[in-house]
């Protein structure tokens, strides 16, 4: 008889043989289309040689690699196991002596000037014929020159005091490498600062960069032999810290180009088209005011309100000639989206010192319609699935009341289909919802306190929303919703606040809600209509670089705690008095091939005592609550079945609970991202994930279950955890992504699954899983 000794061996054996299977796929190249009876190009490897940190390393052999003539990079494609090399150019010796030309000028560039490169290549014959060849680039950059000193002589005392004055702006600083770029930036910095101050002929081309590597000093005869030890002394520190002298000198003395200038008459012409010939303008003369000139502004069609532009004109009569002002005038208006193009002449005047401005903006389109379709599903392998289709129509107009103003409406339908079997009807849900936006790109009304060079970033917002849901069997909800609001965008951070934001849902239970409730009385408390006057304040900031992304939001929303203090029936009856807060951050971090994504959330919402309808104290309403499962939250569940807390329900059938919700939710996600190939040149992209949270209650209320409210010590036990993996079709303007979940830990299943209750791994795989189609990337990246 056998022992079971020898299937382990067997096993183990298997592991490592599948282990080998796959390094050897993984390490396979397979050349196509390559040139028959030459060498050619298969592998170009570039050796750094010095002393440098690891990331200096990859930094400049990346850039080196960049330097690579065309002729000798062999570009792979990475498929799942192997990479494809197609089209292999041929190996030529000139363009490896080419190569070290350009590796030499970016050295050069960044600073070293001492290098060394040289290269070796090596021929491989494969069976079929193939003449690999593997070239080697060794490449000392030797020392990087670094700055030693700084100085501006501009021989012109305005300027002299410009520069000397703003040295802490400087790009360069004494000890920063003797590098192009950052030299470059100087230049322009003092370029933009000699034309923020009238200089507006002046050009980078009237300053020139002298610099020397070698102290003079070091050349001065001496016959004393104790200076003659120095000097070496010097020669040889030189050597081992090579240094350079920059100085940053005015060309010649220009006359004409060292006057200041002033800005004169503006004449603006906001349709300018070249159909507008032959057509009578009219003109009208706009702004100024006291120690201020009119804008001169001509139309030809009518479009547009004359007095919407002076806000929007940064030139003011008589005031200094400013680059930046000029730069301005034309950004903002490229950014109302009014206008496809928008030019700006600068005219001299002949034998003065002042410049007038012709500004000519040609309108985009004003109206603009667009449609699209969009989808998700829901599935379960036992409890059927739900799939999701809305279609959205929507049109904008660029120019609202001939005022700059962008209007948009939108009219959105859309169905969840759902297993006939299981919820007696084939549509479960249906919404219809219209939605319109008016967006004014400027403070309504102008408040006098918000700074000048802050006012572009303030727009004022006008929403009104409709919207009408058929929950199959449950409920039919009407909401209205309307608000007026600002934003402040600033850089990477968008700031808004809506005030007022006025609500109304109107609740019509359906026959299956009333039994559910007449078996679970508290849903009585969550399922209700009524009437929000609130307050939205919602901050978000983006940050980071190429490779390293982060985003933060955080959003409060208060109801009722003013208007709750007016009496009448109404109020009493229907206002909701509550104070919400959730903030999420997402953190993407990028690697040469894959990239890994964080994710937290948290949020929470408490209905005061003070709301005098009893049946809405005890927690929000429930279009207002959080929720989880679904394809960009707890994958492992479907939307809307997770929680509250470790409860234990039904999700059908009398005493059940079709739809979870809580006041509080808790969340954290993270997703390992790794490319698997470009099958039909289409991207295709793995993904492997974990997803923990849940939702609770915040307050007890009558009926609910002591383990459906949030304890701080019950945390751990009432978190689920999912885990599991996903495929992602990439098509540069769409993803589709499928993600197949496990629950790993369960806290509130059917009672049909009871046993596993916040057990780990307690489901078997053909119940605990679940499979999502989804749109582009979940949460934020």
Same mark, same amino acid.
């Given at each position: 008889m056998l022992s079971g000794k020898p299937t382990t061996h067997i096993n183990l054996v298997k592991v490592i043989l599948t282990g080998c299977l796959l390094a050897f796929f993984a390490s396979c190249t397979v050349v196509k289309h390559y040139p028959t009876d030459k060498p050619f190009v298969y592998k170009t490897n570039i050796n750094l040689i010095g002393n440098f940190s690891k990331i200096e390393k990859q930094a400049l052999t990346a850039s080196l690699a960049d330097q690579l003539d065309d002729s000798m990079q062999a570009r792979r494609l990475d498929k799942l196991l192997w990479s494809t090399l197609k089209n292999p150019p041929v190996y030529d010796s000139i363009n490896a002596d080419n190569s070290i030309i350009f590796m030499r000028a970016l050295l050069n560039s960044q600073g070293y000037f001492s290098d060394s490169i040289y290269y070796t290549h090596k021929i491989d014959l494969a069976k079929d014929g193939q003449q690999r060849t593997?070239?080697?680039?060794?490449?000392?950059?030797?020392?990087?020159?670094? $700055? &030693?000193?700084?100085?501006?002589?501009?021989?012109?005392?305005?300027?002299?005091? +410009?520069?000397?004055?703003?040295?802490? %702006? #400087?790009?360069?600083?004494?000890?920063?490498?003797?590098?192009?770029?950052?030299?470059?930036?100087?230049?322009?910095?003092?370029?933009?600062?000699?034309?923020?101050?009238?200089?507006?002929?002046?050009?980078?081309?009237?300053?020139?960069?002298?610099?020397?590597? $070698? &102290?003079?000093?070091?050349?001065?005869?001496?016959?004393?032999?104790?200076?003659? +030890?120095?000097?070496?002394?010097?020669? %040889? #520190?030189?050597?081992?810290?090579?240094?350079a002298n920059l100085e940053i000198r005015l060309k010649s003395l220009d006359s004409a180009k060292l006057v200041k200038y002033y800005i004169g008459n503006v004449t603006l012409y906001p349709d300018y088209t070249p159909d507008t010939v032959g057509i009578t303008p009219t003109i009208e003369e706009v702004g100024g005011g006291p120690g201020k000139a009119p804008i001169r502004v001509i139309q030809h069609h009518g479009r547009f309100k004359a007095k919407i532009f002076p806000p929007n004109v940064y030139l003011p009569t008589d005031s200094l000639y400013r680059l930046r002002r000029y730069a301005r005038t034309i950004n903002r208006f490229n950014s109302l989206g009014t206008w496809r193009m928008v030019s700006i002449d600068q005219l001299p005047r002949k034998g003065t010192d002042t410049i007038d401005f012709v500004i000519r903006l040609s309108p985009a389109k004003k109206y603009s319609f667009n449609t699209n379709l969009e989808g998700s599903i829901n599935q379960n392998a036992f409890s059927g699935n739900i799939f999701g289709i809305g279609v959205n129509v929507g049109l904008q107009n660029r120019n609202f009341a001939k005022a700059a103003n962008l209007a948009s409406s939108n009219l959105r339908y859309g169905i969840e289909l759902g297993n006939a079997s299981s919820l007696g009807q084939f549509i479960q849900t249906q919404q219809i919802a219209f939605s319109h936006s008016i967006r004014m790109p400027r403070a309504i009304p102008n408040f006098g306190f918000i700074p000048e060079n802050l006012r572009d970033n303030f727009s004022t917002v006008f929403n009104f929303n409709a919207a009408n849901t058929e929950r199959r069997f449950l409920y039919n909800l009407t909401t209205l919703n309307g608000s007026w609001g600002y934003?402040?965008?600033?850089?990477?951070?968008?700031?808004?606040?809506?005030?007022?934001?006025?609500?109304?849902?109107?609740?019509?239970?359906?026959?299956?809600?009333?039994?559910?409730?007449?078996?679970?009385?508290?849903?009585?408390?969550?399922?209700?209509?009524?009437?929000i006057s609130s307050v939205i304040g919602s901050f978000t900031m983006s940050g980071g670089t190429t490779n390293r992304l982060s985003v933060f939001r955080a959003n409060v929303e208060e109801s009722g705690l003013l208007t709750g203090m007016i009496r009448n029936s109404f109020l009493d009856k229907q206002l909701y008095r509550f104070l919400k807060l959730d903030a999420e951050f997402a953190y993407l971090m990028r690697f040469p091939k894959t990239s890994l994504a964080f994710r937290l959330f948290a949020g929470a919402g408490h209905e005061f005592n003070s709301t005098r309808?009893?049946?809405?104290?005890?927690?929000?309403?429930?279009?207002?609550?959080?929720?989880?499962?679904?394809?960009?939250?707890?994958?492992?569940?479907?939307?809307?079945?997770?929680?509250?807390?470790?409860?234990?329900?039904?999700?059908?059938?009398?005493?059940?609970?079709?739809?979870?919700?809580?006041?509080?939710?808790?969340?954290?996600?993270?997703?390992?991202?790794?490319?698997?190939?470009?099958?039909?040149?289409?991207?295709?992209?793995?993904?492997?994930?974990?997803?923990?949270?849940?939702?609770?209650?915040?307050?007890?209320?009558?009926?609910?279950?002591?383990?459906?409210?949030?304890?701080?010590?019950?945390?751990?036990?009432?978190?689920?955890?999912?885990s599991g993996a996903g495929l992602r079709v990439d098509f540069n303007f769409l993803v589709i992504r499928l993600d197949y979940a496990y629950k790993v830990k369960d806290p509130s299943p059917a009672p049909a699954d009871a046993a596993v209750q916040n057990k780990w791994f307690g489901y078997k795989f053909s119940r605990g899983d679940q499979f999502q189609l989804g749109i582009n990337y979940p949460f934020i990246f």
């Open positions: 593997t070239v080697d680039f060794y490449v000392r950059p030797g020392k990087l020159v670094k $700055l &030693d000193s700084i100085s501006y002589n501009m021989r012109h005392t305005d300027l002299q005091y +410009l520069s000397d004055s703003t040295r802490g %702006q #400087a790009y360069i600083k004494k000890g920063d490498a003797f590098a192009k770029a950052p030299i470059s930036a100087e230049f322009d910095r003092l370029t933009d600062l000699y034309r923020n101050m009238g200089y507006f002929r002046f050009s980078r081309d009237e300053m020139v960069g002298i610099w020397d590597t $070698l &102290d003079v000093a070091l050349l001065t005869p001496t016959l004393d032999p104790f200076e003659q +030890l120095e000097i070496l002394q010097k020669l %040889q #520190a030189r050597r081992n810290n090579p240094t934003e402040f965008q600033r850089r990477k951070m968008l700031i808004s606040l809506k005030l007022p934001n006025i609500e109304y849902s109107s609740l019509i239970r359906r026959d299956s809600l009333d039994t559910l409730i007449k078996y679970n009385p508290s849903l009585r408390n969550i399922f209700t209509d009524g009437f309808n009893p049946d809405k104290r005890y927690n929000l309403p429930f279009f207002k609550q959080y929720f989880a499962g679904g394809p960009n939250s707890m994958r492992a569940w479907s939307l809307r079945r997770l929680g509250p807390g470790s409860n234990i329900k039904s999700f059908q059938g009398v005493g059940s609970t079709p739809d979870r919700y809580g006041d509080i939710q808790l969340e954290g996600n993270v997703e390992f991202r790794f490319p698997l190939g470009t099958p039909f040149n289409i991207k295709l992209n793995g993904a492997v994930f974990t997803d923990i949270g849940n939702v609770w209650y915040m307050k007890s209320a009558p009926d609910r279950e002591a383990n459906e409210v949030f304890k701080l010590g019950r945390l751990w036990t009432d978190l689920a955890v999912g």
